[in-house]
């Protein structure tokens, strides 16, 4: 087996997490696994661990920018410590209707995910900043950046196109759907027994749901931005697009410029609404149990939202598919909270889902509904970063054979 270490990087807006997988075998195999989190604050958590789960490095740095947290990584990367990897693979949120496949990272790549950096204003700058690092300290390393939108590109027009005046579809607005590299790894796990009709909700600090039908997606619940669809932590989901007009209204007087008030705007929807806005507590969903727990009333209406809206959405994807075989759940939420789980398919017995109360006592894979239940209900954590590194291997093995072809070409000439 020859040795392919591959380097796997998903930044969040004050996160990076890090994986090393030994690539050269059959089966991709993760030795380390680590993350820097807390970017912008004095204590941040810098860690990293082997395939046993030993904490190899565990500090608490100060991270004033995403500069100081990457090259912590970089430098250990670089310590000869660990395995200097072959190739990198990038999570991708972006919207820009040009990146939706998987594909070799160049500066002009990056050039063009910034221009479309509105469309995911909380992910592209740090998903920009350091895919472009990557490529300066690991020069000899091929990038790979791994659309987060590359399993929604099966949707058809009527699941992506938005009811708007055509000159702006014409600048790519439509929906995208985003949390694709689970969703992906969801559909990998179940193969090759993938139900024809499939929901799967992804419910995390983000959250979205999608519909899929023998394999391939038809609908997802996220839209031109990952602040679409379903309510999440900090984000509202789908709202009356009145309210953003009455927002910017109010807004304007206190703007100096039209960029502040769109600031302010994107502030008000992506970081401070969702749970968090509603609950005036927190956007953390253990905090909201704990808080219904103790009687407070805002944290139980913003989690009666949620869960509300996870069953309108599979609700809708059960007339699009027309019926459901399986539903799965996954994310933090999805994994861990049994009363979210057992709220949302308690919405849903009319059609066939029900839910077993004592398989439903888990965190973690199981099958979740009862014996009987029509549909089956299964919880499935996901698996993102091997997703990413099949793709890298794929990405690099037709890069390889187009290389031989171009060589074998030139020989002829
Ligand atoms: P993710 O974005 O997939 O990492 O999920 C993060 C969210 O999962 C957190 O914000 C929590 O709300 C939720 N979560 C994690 N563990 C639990 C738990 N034991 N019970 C309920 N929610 C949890």
């Known amino acids: 087996m020859s040795s392919l ?30 993350a820097v989190d807390g970017i912008g ?49 990038h999570r991708m949120v972006c919207g820009a209707p040009t990146l939706q496949i998987n594909q070799r990272v160049t500066p002009e790549m990056i050039d063009e995910m910034e221009r479309y950096k509105d469309f995911a204003p909380l992910h592209t700058p740090i998903g920009a900043y350091i895919m472009r690092q990557a490529l300066e300290l690991f020069p000899n390393a091929p990038s790979f950046a791994c659309s987060d939108s590359y399993f929604h590109r099966t949707m058809p027009e009527v699941s992506t196109h938005m009811p708007l005046p055509a000159e702006y579809s014409a600048m790519g607005v439509r929906r995208i759907g985003f949390h694709g590299i689970s969703y992906e790894s969801i559909i990998h796990q179940l193969q090759p027994n993938v139900p024809a009709r ?40 789908d709202i009356d697009p009145g309210v953003l007009l009455f927002m910017l209204r109010k807004i304007a007087n206190r703007a100096k410029s039209v960029e502040e008030a769109a600031d302010i705007l994107e502030a008000a929807v992506s970081k401070k609404a969702g749970l968090l806005g509603m609950s ?90 009862a014996e009987n239940s029509p549909v089956t209900v299964r919880v499935i954590p996901p698996a993102e970063d091997l997703i990413i590194v099949n793709h890298v291997v794929r990405l690099l093995s037709e890069q390889e054979e187009e290389l031989a072809g171009a060589f074998a070409v030139s020989q002829q000439d």
Not at 44 to 61: E, R
């Open 5 to 34: 270490p591959v380097l796997v990087l998903n930044s969040g807006s004050s996160s990076i997490k890090f994986a090393i997988y030994e690539a050269g075998g059959a089966q991709p195999l993760r030795l380390y696994e680590g």
């Open 41 to 89: 604050t004095e204590q941040g958590k810098f860690w990293i661990k082997d395939s046993s789960g030993n904490k190899l490095v565990d500090q608490s740095p100060a991270l004033p920018n995403r500069s100081v947290a990457f090259k912590l990584v970089a430098d250990l990367l670089h310590s000869g410590d660990f395995p200097r990897p072959s190739a990198i693979g």
């Open 198 to 237: 499939l929901i799967v909700a992804h419910l995390g600090n983000g959250a979205s749901i999608s519909a899929v039908r023998e394999g391939k997606c038809v609908d997802t619940s996220m839209g031109l931005t990952p602040t679409g669809g379903i309510i999440s932590g900090t984000r509202t989901g």
């Open 280 to 369: 005036e507590l927190s956007n953390d969903m253990r905090d909201l149990r704990s808080a219904i727990h103790a009687g407070n009333k805002k944290a139980r209406l913003a989690v009666d939202k949620f869960s509300r809206a996870v069953a309108s959405w599979a609700a809708s994807f059960f007339a699009e598919l027309g019926g459901i075989d399986m539903l799965v759940f996954t994310g933090g939420i999805g994994e861990n909270d049994i009363a979210v789980r057992a709220e949302i398919c308690a919405g849903l017995s009319a059609l066939g889902i029900v839910l077993d109360s004592e398989r439903n006592n888990v965190r973690g894979a199981a099958v979740i509904s």
